[in-house]
């Protein structure tokens, strides 16, 4: 596993992929080599650190369905997207945690521009 910066999803993602993640905070990226996984859920649940909004990226070769419903499980996210993007290598992924403005931050900078 291997901590990446947002200048690096270039490399591993989809151009149209990469303009839906721009309009996101993201609080970490992991780039992840499935060979080593034996059980999804046990690694995001012991690896993986919490979010309440999950981008996942997996490589052609790999269960989506699966890698989905085990972070799910594991983590008990409010929201969680998977996609496939050619650019990844086989047998990979990237887990994206994406930080979510509350409600009441939105309403607060929005008093604060009315004065």
């Known amino acids: 596993m291997k901590s990446l910066s947002p ?14 993640i721009n309009r996101e905070q993201i609080n970490f990226i992991y780039f992840v080599n499935a060979r080593i996984i034996s059980s999804y859920e046990k690694f995001f649940r ?10 996942i990226l997996v490589s052609y070769d790999l ?18 997207s998977c996609y496939v993007s050619s650019k990844l290598p086989p047998k990979s992924f990237l887990i994206i945690g994406l930080k ?7 309403v607060e900078q929005k008093e604060v521009s009315k004065k």
């Open 7 to 20: 200048k690096e999803l270039e490399t591993y993602v989809d151009e149209d992929l990469l303009r839906i």
């Open 46 to 55: 012991s690896f993986i650190p919490d979010s309440t909004k999950y981008l």
């Open 63 to 80: 269960p989506l369905k699966l890698i989905k419903e085990s972070i799910i499980r594991a983590k008990e996210p409010l929201e969680v």
């Open 100 to 106: 979510q403005i509350s409600e009441e931050i939105i």
